[in-house]
């Protein structure tokens, strides 16, 4: 479906997702509101997204009546579900952190409620369906004990030397119980270290800050770390969903003071600098005046960038962000992303690493573990077929 068939419904969403909520979004937003809008359009954009939570505050916050009351209705249930949702995973989430200080285990939510409330001021404006936690590599297995315990299962089947591969050469394994519905992301880095090195150890760790939700202190990264692992998080999934870029751009418009100096070595030293500014790039897309000028002429002097942003801004404005990339354009992409040859070497190697599902496909002998980088290429490759070959 073409951008120009829904040009002022996208104009529509555009403005009412921009995180300022002032004046002048409010008489944009009313130039928005013109007659005979496709409702339908709208809401499902928002709902697969994960942004019918957010777009409905927006609209409530701003005082806005000319919504037709049936998708009111529905953009209101959709907020009121995610709230009740977000208050059990909330819950889960200080539980599991109060068991893991007390077996002397240190860990840092990363995304989730955290996030809700140090870029949106509050968990239930974001939509999130699990926990993601992160906890230094040697307490990985102490914390999959405790999850374990909690009633949790790997919805991997590994055994302890597939788990200390993955530990090596990726940097999460999945946890779930209760049929799925709750899961917990466990984690050591933010991301691989050959797809985008980030900071960790003690200097990430010396430096974290506390959140304070339902009374109770948890840990959250210094703003600076937590928009580039945004930024490398977005590029992991391509830019899937919008709501990875409004989570930046409520992060830039937020009260919060960024040292974009720092934030801009911190990038250059672990060679992440594309990946972030492409990030600021789509969220400034929502925030443009909450980017400083330095940071607004970096990204206009690299043409990549805006080409790179201009494709991710395209598939979710022209009806296509729901077609799933091919291996060869999310390969084009990464490497694309990235501005050094090293960097682009790292992930070669990466995309070469056996993940989860590798391992889980076939066992082999430790003295075959060289095997997997030869496992997941076929793997995927025929993971691709089929999905190519899958009736519509």
Known sequence: MSQSLHEREN??????LRP???QSQLTLISESLLPDLDWDYVYNFAERQGLAPFFYHQLNTLGIENVPPDYLKRFKRSFQKNVARNIVLTDELVSLTRELQAIGVESLPFKGPVLGVVAFGSPGLRCFIDLDIIVRPNDVSATAELLKARGYRSSRRLDARQI????AAQHNIQFERDAGHLIVELHWRVAADLFAATCQGAELWD???TVTINGVQLKS???EELLLALCIHGSRHVWDRFAQICDIAALISSERT?????????AARTDNERMLLLGLCLAGSLAEESLPPEIRERIAGDQQINRLADIVM???FSGSARAKLSLREVFT???LVRKSWLARARYCLFALSPADADLETLALPRFLNFAYYGVRPVRLVMSAAHRHNRPE
């Open 221 to 223: 990264m210094p703003i």
């Open 164 to 167: 200390e591969m993955l530990i």
């Open 333 to 335: 992409y990464n490497v």
């Open 207 to 209: 430096r974290l800050e």
């Open 20 to 22: 300022q909520t002032d």
């Open 11 to 16: 104009n529509l969403l555009r403005v009412c």
């Open 258 to 266: 960024i040292d974009w100096h720092r934030l801009m070595v911190l």
């Open 314 to 316: 395209l598939r979710f």
